[in-house]
């Protein structure tokens, strides 16, 4: 079992006959059905022999396992390939938990709790918090949803009371906590809240609104320091890991001890496969337990290993292989779910070796990775170099990877899927009715929140795609510029009276239809007056998209048409204006085109993909925000072997708002 080579379980590459990984599991099955054969084989018989009478006829395939109701789940799941909003902390944020109660909490490195309400469509902010001094090192929601655990760095443990939004206590806890968990039973008067400690094995069990006395001290559980734990509401008992790479389950009673009212529980560690992680000599980095606690998900580094185990039984059921070498090995076999443009693969996997190593404060990054369940407990989602993958483990397919063309390598993750409760009372005759006001509200929002590596957002995926939503911008500037960027803001020269050479949007009437622009003066104020000047001066009007490229971009404004034209309002090129801000991470984004650096003109091109290879190469100054249909129009007509479509398309005028 230990060998992934030889586990049929293991997902990841696909073999080189088409067949899947699981079709090789029931090996011992097969054998069986052959044992006629070799009974009848004769030692002086040399090579392959026909088919005996008896054996011929049609070969019955294997049947390919189903999940029932699959479509249905999958649309209790989001499903848009880019997230739909991101909203900020000012640090990077480092845990998000979704709790029962539909609330979100976001904690980030620099002590910050903040509070969010799930609304019908979307979240709305409650409140923050400067819970702590210290970076926030573990979080934890009650199984009712009605308490929230942080502990940090400074020594300390802060209890919230959820639905009602406020901080109950302060907890001084005298050592460095390493991880928490509430282990208390819903609807239990008393929240008892478990906390480890960094540096040895002990675990101290509190009084959640008590005095921070410890009600029980565990010294005989762990001998490494525990970074995971996890409570079962079903079966009343807490799954635990430490830095040894040892599993424990226990009840968060005396004896501590392996729980010995569950029926079909484990007796002996030896009859499981707990003792992976230390045969492996990896380290695990979450235990998620699934809705009915039957089996529970772990992702482990330095092996980078998807397991799935059965809680009762302890026994290894899945194992998916996401490790750099395997990912390696498929994108260069073309085997991979999604292929990933090779430079862009290259950057994805300096960043995921950037993961294992210890940051400024000593901590691996890579421990914040987990993975998430459904609420059906068939689906598994975790994040990866390619995205985030969502998998059946019934049928061993990955059915979904969301967030694949984003530039953000995804880390911690929660979701939610529940509809949120409808106010006020309604009759039999409004709810059979078919009002499609009625049939809105009823209508589920499923989110999924991720955090993402080096990122103060928090980044939501959904059933909507990001230009669905008209109001803008789809990353939410939600705090105050620091104190280094309103300085930076001041002392940018103000402009002088009379007309502005700049502006803040404009729309390209085409002859295909309009495109709606928002331009960026702040970060590109030349390229921006650049392409206002022009555009007020008819300089566009009749020109051509000249290079149309699907899947990349399209390109106009040279009055040549051939792409060797154009010059700047100022009759010479200018130079590159590139900001932080601005990025190639998605489609419609605009750019001006050059020959190189400092060469810009008066061509600019629109995005259809996300190129982040563009970056610090082309000035961005803009991007599209509706008519994207005409994007894709344009991107979609039929083309020479010189890019330039048969049928010129032209730019009839460009209006400045």
Same mark, same amino acid.
């Given at each position: 079992?230990?060998?992934?080579?030889?586990? #049929?379980?293991?997902?990841?590459?696909?073999?080189?006959?088409?067949?899947?990984?699981?079709?090789?599991?029931?090996?011992?099955?097969?054998?069986?059905?052959?044992?006629? %054969?070799?009974?009848?084989?004769?030692?002086?018989?040399?090579?392959?022999?026909?088919?005996?009478?008896?054996?011929?006829?049609?070969?019955?395939?294997?049947?390919?396992?189903?999940?029932?109701?699959?479509?249905?789940?999958?649309?209790?799941?989001?499903?848009?390939?880019? /997230?739909?909003?991101?909203?900020?902390?000012?640090?990077?944020?480092?845990?998000?938990?979704?709790?029962?109660?539909?609330?979100?909490?976001?904690?980030?490195?620099?002590?910050?709790?903040?509070?969010?309400?799930?609304?019908?469509?979307?979240?709305?902010?409650?409140?923050?918090?400067?819970?702590?001094?210290?970076?926030?090192?573990?979080?934890?929601?009650?199984?009712?949803?009605?308490?929230?655990?942080?502990?940090?760095?400074?020594?300390?443990?802060?209890?919230?009371?959820?639905?009602?939004?406020?901080?109950?206590? %302060?907890?001084?806890?005298?050592?460095?906590?390493?991880?928490?968990?509430?282990?208390?039973?819903?609807?239990?008067?008393?929240?008892?809240?478990?906390?480890?400690?960094?540096?040895?094995?002990?675990?101290?069990?509190?009084?959640?609104?008590?005095?921070?006395?410890?009600?029980?001290?565990?010294?005989?559980?762990?001998?490494?320091?525990?970074?995971?734990?996890?409570?079962?509401?079903?079966?009343?008992?807490?799954?635990?890991?430490?830095?040894?790479?040892?599993?424990?389950?226990?009840?968060?009673?005396?004896?501590?001890?392996?729980?010995?009212?569950?029926?079909?529980?484990?007796?002996?560690?030896?009859?499981?496969?707990?003792?992976?992680?230390?045969?492996?000599?990896?380290?695990?980095?979450?235990?998620?337990?699934?809705?009915?606690?039957?089996?529970?998900?772990?992702?482990?580094?330095?092996?980078?290993?998807?397991?799935?185990?059965?809680?009762?039984?302890?026994?290894?059921?899945?194992? /998916?292989?996401?490790?750099?070498?395997?990912?390696?090995?498929?994108?260069?076999?073309?085997?991979?779910?999604?292929?990933?443009?090779?430079?862009?693969?290259?950057?994805?996997?300096?960043?995921?070796?950037?993961?294992?190593?210890?940051?400024?404060?000593?901590?691996?990054?890579? %421990?914040?990775?987990?993975?998430?369940?459904?609420?059906?407990?068939?689906?598994?989602?975790?994040?990866?170099?390619?995205?985030?993958?969502?998998?059946?483990?019934?049928?061993?397919?990955?059915?979904?990877?969301?967030?694949?063309?984003?530039?953000?390598?995804?880390?911690?993750?929660?979701? /939610?899927?529940?509809?949120?409760?409808?106010?006020?009372?309604?009759?039999?005759?409004?709810?059979?009715?078919?009002?499609?006001?009625?049939?809105?509200?009823?209508?589920?929002?499923?989110?999924?929140?991720?955090?993402?590596?080096?990122?103060?957002?928090?980044?939501?995926?959904?059933?909507?795609?990001?230009?669905?939503?008209?109001?803008?911008?789809?990353?939410?500037?939600?705090?105050?510029?620091?104190?280094?960027?309103?300085?930076?803001?001041?002392?940018?020269?103000?402009?002088?009276?009379?007309?502005?050479?700049?502006?803040?949007?404009?729309?390209?009437?085409?002859?295909?239809?309009?495109?709606?622009?928002?331009?960026?003066?702040?970060?590109?104020?030349? #390229?921006?007056?650049?392409?206002?000047?022009?555009?007020?001066?008819? /300089?566009?009007?009749?020109?051509?998209?000249?290079?149309?490229?699907?899947?990349?971009?399209?390109?106009?404004?040279?009055?040549?048409?051939?792409?060797?034209?154009?010059?700047?309002?100022?009759?010479?090129?200018?130079?590159?204006?590139?900001?932080?801000?601005?990025?190639?991470?998605?489609?419609?984004?605009?750019?001006?085109?050059?020959?190189?650096?400092?060469?810009?003109?008066?061509?600019?091109?629109?995005?259809?993909?996300?190129?982040?290879?563009?970056?610090?190469?082309?000035?961005?100054?803009?991007?599209?925000?509706?008519?994207?249909?005409?994007?894709?129009?344009?991107?979609?007509?039929?083309?020479?072997?010189?890019?330039?479509?048969?049928?010129?398309?032209?730019?009839?005028?460009?209006?400045?708002?």
């Amino acid at each position: 079992m230990s060998d992934s080579e030889h586990d #049929a379980s293991v997902l990841g590459k696909r073999s080189r006959n088409g067949q899947d990984a699981e079709e090789h599991s029931d090996k011992q099955e097969t054998e069986e059905r052959h044992d006629p %054969m070799d009974a009848d084989d004769d030692d002086d018989d040399v090579g392959p022999m026909p088919m005996p009478a008896e054996l011929e006829g049609p070969v019955a395939k294997k049947k390919r396992k189903v999940l029932p109701h699959e479509k249905l789940y999958l649309d209790h799941l989001p499903n848009a390939d880019r /997230y739909h909003k991101s909203f900020m902390h000012r640090d990077v944020i480092n845990f998000c938990v979704m709790t029962k109660t539909e609330f979100l909490v976001t904690t980030s490195v620099d002590g910050i709790v903040k509070l969010w309400k799930k609304q019908d469509q979307g979240i709305e902010f409650v409140k923050l918090y400067r819970a702590h001094l210290a970076p926030v090192v573990s979080v934890s929601a009650s199984a009712d949803g009605q308490l929230f655990a942080s502990v940090a760095e400074d020594g300390s443990a802060k209890v919230f009371d959820v639905i009602n939004f406020d901080m109950i206590n %302060m907890l001084k806890l005298g050592y460095t906590p390493h991880a928490c968990c509430w282990v208390h039973k819903r609807g239990q008067a008393m929240g008892i809240l478990a906390v480890s400690e960094r540096t040895t094995g002990t675990i101290r069990l509190y009084d959640g609104r008590g005095d921070g006395k410890p009600l029980e001290i565990i010294e005989t559980l762990h001998r490494f320091p525990v970074h995971i734990m996890t409570y079962s509401d079903r079966y009343d008992c807490v799954v635990s890991a430490d830095e040894g790479g040892f599993v424990e389950y226990w009840q968060p009673l005396e004896p501590f001890e392996l729980p010995r009212n569950v029926h079909g529980l484990w007796d002996y560690k030896s009859e499981t496969d707990l003792y992976e992680f230390k045969k492996t000599k990896s380290i695990p980095t979450c235990i998620s337990l699934s809705p009915d606690s039957t089996h529970f998900a772990t992702f482990s580094l330095p092996d980078r290993q998807i397991r799935i185990f059965s809680f009762l039984t302890g026994k290894l059921t899945r194992r /998916y292989d996401e490790s750099l070498a395997a990912i390696q090995e498929m994108q260069q076999a073309g085997t991979a779910i999604y292929k990933v443009e090779d430079m862009e693969f290259g950057r994805r996997l300096a960043t995921e070796r950037e993961l294992e190593l210890p940051g400024p404060d000593g901590r691996i990054p890579g %421990m914040w990775i987990n993975a998430v369940w459904d609420e059906s407990g068939s689906f598994v989602i975790y994040p990866t170099l390619l995205g985030i993958k969502v998998v059946n483990t019934v049928t061993n397919r990955v059915v979904r990877l969301l967030g694949k063309d984003e530039t953000v390598r995804f880390m911690n993750m929660t979701l /939610y899927q529940g509809a949120p409760a409808k106010k006020g009372r309604s009759t039999v005759a409004a709810v059979a009715s078919s009002n499609p006001l009625l049939a809105e509200k009823s209508i589920r929002d499923p989110t999924l929140v991720c955090t993402g590596y080096k990122r103060p957002r928090f980044y939501m995926f959904t059933r909507s795609a990001p230009e669905d939503d008209k109001s803008g911008d789809r990353d939410i500037f939600n705090e105050r510029p620091t104190r280094e960027e309103q300085s930076i803001a001041s002392s940018t020269p103000a402009l002088k009276g009379g007309p502005s050479p700049l502006a803040n949007s404009a729309t390209i009437h085409t002859t295909l239809g309009d495109m709606h622009l928002r331009l960026f003066p702040q970060q590109a104020p030349k #390229a921006v007056e650049n392409f206002v000047g022009h555009a007020r001066s008819g /300089y566009f009007e009749g020109v051509i998209f000249h290079r149309v490229i699907p899947k990349f971009m399209i390109q106009t404004g040279d009055p040549l048409g051939d792409g060797t034209g154009g010059t700047s309002i100022w009759g010479d090129e200018f130079e590159d204006e590139f900001s932080d801000d601005l990025k190639h991470d998605r489609p419609y984004t605009v750019s001006m085109a050059n020959a190189g650096p400092g060469t810009n003109g008066s061509q600019f091109f629109i995005t259809t993909n996300a190129t982040p290879w563009l970056d610090k190469k082309h000035t961005i100054f803009g991007r599209v925000l509706s008519g994207l249909e005409v994007v894709h129009a344009i991107e979609n007509v039929k083309t020479n072997k010189m890019d330039k479509p048969y049928e010129d398309i032209k730019i009839v005028n460009i209006d400045i708002e």
